[in-house]
């Protein structure tokens, strides 16, 4: 996936920006002490993603990271426990995507000249993938439709359409035989 590199200064936020900021924290902190799946936790999670979150798409809690809100998040998505989206760069989840436990999704890192800098690049996770239990996936990364990443997997480069990437860095070691997948 090509994307271009954003930075992001911390130190020029508005006053809008860190209130929005503060906002998420905040709705976060709620979602996360509120009883899962429940009519309250239903209405936590549509006040901090709006229209982002897609019809029949769940979250388990607890989920934190920054920019959270800003994520897109495809119809039939499942997210478990202890997602961390450090969402500032943009994520895309697209439908019917599976987020196991304990994955950390990273769209910015810190100029190492100016921490107070941030470079920031777009996660997209395509229909129909699978992020296995603890894996991360750095910026600027593209998970493929019907791709896996497994578990413990650090990604640092895009996965192919039925795609299988395991280890630290990611490589591919297999492609799926995209004809045993319903149309």
């Known amino acids: ?3 271009t590199e954003e930075s992001v200064d911390m130190r ?5 920006e860190r209130a929005e900021g503060q906002r998420q924290t905040e709705l976060l902190f709620q979602l996360n002490h509120t009883l899962p799946f429940s009519e309250d936790y239903q209405k936590l999670l549509q006040e901090l993603f709006g229209d982002n979150l897609g019809e029949n798409s769940m979250i388990a809690p607890p989920i934190n990271g920054s920019c959270v809100g800003t994520m897109k ?3 039939d998505v499942y997210i478990n426990s202890n997602l ?3 969402a500032r760069g943009g994520v895309t989840i697209e439908d019917h995507a599976q987020i196991a436990a304990n994955v950390q999704l990273i769209t910015n890192n810190h100029d190492p000249y100016d921490l107070q800098v941030l470079t920031c690049r777009t996660i997209l996770i395509k229909a129909y993938a699978w992020i296995g239990a603890g894996a991360t996936v750095l910026p600027g990364v593209s998970i493929g439709r019907h791709a896996v990443v497994g578990a413990g997997a650090v990604v640092t480069k895009d ?3 039925y795609g299988v990437a395991v280890g630290n860095p990611a490589k591919v070691i297999k492609t799926l035989d995209k ?3 319903e149309r």
């Open 1 to 3: 996936m090509e994307c």
């Open 159 to 161: 996965v192919p359409d």
């Open 179 to 181: 004809q045993k997948f």
């Open 12 to 16: 020029m936020m508005t006053p809008e």
């Open 73 to 75: 998040i495809g119809e």
């Open 84 to 86: 961390l989206a450090m």
